[in-house]
């Protein structure tokens, strides 16, 4: 498997949301992953689940005569099937390919924004128009975020985290994942908040819901393996 440093440190963007279509299959790829994670509680688990997003839910691009896209079902698919360091692959080059293409093509700001109007994100599409892009990597930049951040003393006498169960087996955890706006960033791992919601959503007998809520629990109680 990769490593934390390499999943989260890929350029590889995820899709805003997931099509009604490939929905069932990215449940039956999450649930299985999630399930893992209560049962095991490994490095190989937590893994899993940070890489998912980046080897099926890549950006729609312009597939063309000859570049046609793999969809997120088949992607998803071959998940199941096991074959993750071909997808993880898979998505290396993607991101390698993007890489390139923004060097020959520096300013796509307005095809940005079109691809954002079209997923229904207006208001991401304006900011996108009227953006001024990324602040150069220098000095000055650096030192600008460090102040965004400033440094206190290390804490001390933290309490020992319970190992009780945080969210009771009847908490509805739909309500607290539609609190967050649908243009919540989706981190270094590419998985965003309405993945989630489009895969808790769908009526399937292997709903995420539960295993959700025991990933949760284990996290809250401190209980995740150390290399995560």
Known sequence: FPSLEDICGLKHPTSW???SS???AF???LSFVLKEIVAVNSVAAWT???MLPKCVLPTSKRGGRHNKPI???ILCDMWLK???CELWH???TRATISTQSKKVLPNKRVDSAIALAKDGLYSKACQMLTSQGLAPDDDNTWNLLISKHPQGDCPTNLPIPSTETVLPHDFNIIPVLRSFSKLTGAGPTGLRIQHLIDAAEVPLSCSILQS???VVNILAAGRATPMI
């Open 17 to 19: 949301f997931i099509p």
């Open 22 to 24: 490939a929905r069932p």
């Open 27 to 29: 449940v039956h790829a």
């Open 48 to 50: 899993k689940l940070l």
């Open 71 to 73: 969809s997120i079902d």
């Open 82 to 84: 096991g074959n993750l």
């Open 90 to 92: 898979r998505a290396q």
């Open 212 to 214: 959700l809520k025991g």
